[in-house]
């Protein structure tokens, strides 16, 4: 896999993530151990995205 279809990949499970949070933020009473996972997991994906952009 090239480094162009590894990002738009992450990309791509970012923005699910991202969707995903709005989903959970949404609920009258949002899980907070699964907002905190969903962050968590979102935040990796944009530092190894980061970090091939270097």
């Known amino acids: ?3 162009e279809a590894h ?3 992450l990309q791509k ?4 993530l991202e969707e995903a949070l709005r989903h959970e933020e949404a609920r009258p009473l949002p899980d ?7 962050k968590h ?14």
């Open 1 to 3: 896999m090239n480094i």
């Open 7 to 9: 990002l738009a990949t």
């Open 13 to 16: 499970k970012h923005d699910d």
């Open 32 to 38: 907070e151990a699964k907002l905190h996972q969903i």
């Open 41 to 54: 997991e979102k935040l990796k994906i944009k530092e190894e995205m980061e970090s091939f952009k270097k």
